[in-house]
T-cell receptor
Framework: EPEVTQTPSHQVTQMGQEVILRCVPI?????FYWYRQILGQKVEFLVS????????KSEIFDDQFSVERPDGSNFTLKIRSTKLEDSAMYFC???????????????FGSGTRLTVV | EDKVVQSPLSLVVHEGDTVTLNCSYE??????LLWYKQEKKAPTFLFML????IEKKSGRLSSILDKKELFSILNITATQTGDSAVYLC????????????FGSGTRLLVRP
């Protein structure tokens, strides 16, 4: 069964450092997303990406965050200058399309646990 | 503000019991409601509901949506210890980006 692959599974970084979280979405999917889950809290939407541009972003997704699909297969989330409160599990997801399609396939990756110290 | 509220927050039952998990929502541009099971890491898909009153079933799990009253339930019959997990309700929202708005989840513990 196709999977969304995320690397690394766990990353520890010092406050102020830049981190790049990597995701390989399912190959024929068109929509890409990043979510985060702070320990013990809800899964929160960060950003959606379609047709090589951001289609929507949340208030959390400020200027410290950026996304890129550099080579047609990888989908990356960059945090420029990490803060302690960026510590969370970051999930990538991809989907073929939205509601109503039988092969909807909104699939999450296993996540990257980011710890900022 | 769009929101998704799940209840109860946690539940402890014994194997063989039947449980009902609740999800209510207030979302401006509703597209669909989804249920996920989260054990250790990634949420895994259970159901997607778009129409009111049509029950979806998968083995011992079933779910139904009421778009008039803005809620959904997830039923698990004859629970097993392997059903222990956090069950997440999410509403797909928006005209173009298909983002998901999640509830806080219901933590289910099934004791032997």
């Amino acid at each position: 069964e196709p999977e969304v692959t995320q690397t690394p599974s766990h990353q520890v970084t010092q406050m102020g450092q830049e981190v790049i979280l990597r995701c390989v979405p399912i190959s024929n999917h068109l929509y890409f997303y990043w979510y985060r889950q702070i320990l013990g809290q809800k899964v929160e939407f960060l950003v959606s990406f379609y047709n090589n541009e951001i289609s929507e972003k949340s208030e959390i997704f400020d200027d410290q965050f950026s996304v890129e699909r550099p080579d047609g297969s990888n989908f990356t989330l960059k945090i420029r200058s990490t803060k302690l409160e960026d510590s969370a599990m970051y999930f990538c997801a991809s989907s073929l399309t939205g509601v109503g399609m039988s092969n909807y396939g909104y699939t999450f990756g296993s996540g990257t646990r980011l710890t900022v110290v | 503000e769009d929101k998704v509220v799940q209840s109860p927050l946690s539940l402890v039952v014994h194997e063989g019991d039947t449980v009902t998990l609740n999800c209510s929502y207030e979302v401006t541009n509703f597209r669909s409601l989804l249920w996920y099971k989260q054990e250790k890491k990634a949420p895994t898909f259970l159901f997607m509901l778009t129409s009111s009153g049509i029950e979806k079933k998968s083995g011992r799990l079933s779910s139904i949506l009421d778009k008039k009253e803005l809620f959904s339930i997830l039923n698990i019959t004859a629970t097993q210890t392997g059903d222990s997990a956090v069950y997440l309700c999410a509403v797909e929202e928006g005209d173009s980006s298909y983002k998901l708005i999640f509830g806080s989840g219901t933590r289910l513990l099934v004791r032997p």
